[in-house]
């Protein structure tokens, strides 16, 4: 097959990754990942719906603010945008392949570049995803989310959908369209927006209120487009506080939840978390997914983790176990993700510069969150932990908690009912026997 002589390419030294087993020292093996072992009712595979980022994958070379590249990518040569974009997809069709995986995820300009204007951008989507469409047949690789990067041209300097200049609205309305069409022509499960220019710098010079607004309407209005063109996944919404913009209209889950229902696009949107964003937050990981989950509103993730020295967005692969094994837990807890999947929105470090790092971080990722959810699952269904949790409430159990809850009571009633307070007594929360049997498992 065509393919399969593109297939080793670009990664010479790197075969399928198979799952060996935890005790195996191959660092090009799964450990803990073996995607058809079952947890519960479901494999891991179906559990987790890894994807693969485009963008930092495929697209980073290593570059910063501060530095030039460091990493070559020998999938990016050539004159022409087509033949860039072509190579880059198989490369990244064999990446996939390699690491065993279904799913991957992608900004409009990740898969080709954007031309002198919008129609030549429109007719090079058209171009690229007629062959992903080609490859994903062949793999058997589907698209978790498209998205449409509204954020790194000049144009979208003071915002896309907030932006104070209507003609730059229209057209990121116009590559919103382009990138649905994209999404949906390629089978997508999925349609993301993130707002990282979506906010403001300055008060002094926003009017937060009709930004807000115009950002509601331009949802709704791809929401409408998408519907009526056969797309019946979800959408959803990425929060993050700040960096690129001083402050942004996405700043965390809570504030993402209460725009939804002000506009009233709670029916079609739900949450795509990144723990790294969280953080940046001042929230955990699992903070943020447990007010997802309280609003049935836990749609897909993003796995990677921050510097906690560090002040901005480092997206880092994921490593560290206590954390997520919580995160899973509440995961789980919920009923699991719904629609979206696990993707690796994180990039190597700007020194790892040989292609097998890129296998050796997924690889690293994939293991990780395996262990995590095989031990959430252990925490959850044979440890007392739900007993600790449900008998610190017990006393909502009594006639009078649930009437409180059923809101039969009244202020007055509450002040019947507690006398002179003598009866108060301290209940431990015994966090720290909480936190050891979680280690414990671990």
């Not at 031309?115 to 698209?143: C, H, M, P, S, W």
């Not at 710098?201 to 937060?208: G, K």
């Not at 506080?241 to 809570?254: M, R």
Request: charged content about 25%; hydrophobic content about 35%.
């Amino acid at each position: 097959m065509t393919a399969q002589s593109n297939q080793s390419a670009y990664f010479k030294n790197v075969g399928k990754i198979k799952f060996e087993g935890k005790d195996s020292d191959n660092p090009l093996a799964y450990r803990y990942y073996d995607k058809d072992a079952k947890v519960g009712d479901k494999t891991l595979e179906d559990h987790m719906k890894f994807a693969v980022a485009y963008w930092h994958s495929f697209c980073g070379d290593g570059g910063d603010p501060f530095g030039h590249p460091t990493r070559p990518m020998p999938w990016n040569i050539g004159n022409s945008a087509e033949d860039r974009a072509k190579q880059k997809m198989d490369a990244a069709f064999e990446f996939i392949s390699k690491l065993g995986l279904k799913y991957y995820c992608f900004h409009d300009i990740d898969l080709i570049d954007e031309g002198e204007n919008i129609n030549t951008f429109g007719k090079r989507l058209d171009f690229i995803t007629d062959y992903a469409l080609e490859k994903q047949a062949e793999f058997d690789v589907k698209v978790l989310w498209g998205t449409a990067n509204l954020f790194s041209h000049p144009r979208y300097m003071n915002g896309a959908a907030t932006n104070p200049d209507f003609q730059v609205v229209a057209h990121a309305g116009a590559q919103v369209k382009n990138a649905i069409d994209a999404t949906i022509k390629l089978g997508g499960e999925n349609y993301v927006f993130w707002g990282g220019r979506e906010g403001y710098m300055s008060l002094l010079n926003t009017n937060m209120k009709k930004e807000l607004d115009h950002m509601a309407q331009f949802l709704h209005m791809a929401k409408d487009y998408a519907r009526k063109n056969g797309f019946t996944g979800t959408f959803f919404i990425e929060p993050k506080p700040a960096e690129p913009t001083k402050h942004q209209y996405d700043y965390d889950a809570a504030t993402v939840l209460g725009f939804l229902r002000e506009y009233d696009l709670m029916d079609d949107f739900k949450l795509n978390l990144e723990v790294n964003h969280a953080t940046l937050a001042l929230h955990t990981f699992e903070h943020e997914l447990q007010v997802a989950a309280n609003s049935n509103a836990l749609g897909s993730i993003d796995a990677n983790r921050g510097d906690y020295q560090n002040g901005w967005d480092t997206d880092q692969f994921p490593v560290n176990l206590y954390e997520l094994t919580q995160a899973m837990m509440i995961i789980l807890d919920s009923g699991g993700i719904q629609g979206g999947g696990i993707n690796f929105d994180a990039k190597i470090r700007r020194n790892s510069t040989d292609l097998e790092d890129l296998f050796y971080a997924h690889i690293g990722g994939i293991d990780l969150f395996a262990r995590a959810l095989i031990i959430a699952h252990q925490i959850l269904t044979t440890s007392e932990y739900k007993s600790l949790l449900s008998n610190r409430y017990q006393s909502w159990e009594t006639s009078a908690g649930l009437d409180y809850e059923a809101g039969k009571l009244s202020l007055e009633d509450l002040a019947n009912i507690t006398g002179d307070g003598s009866h108060l007594k301290a209940t431990s929360g015994r966090q720290e026997y909480i936190e050891n049997l979680i280690n414990r498992y671990i």
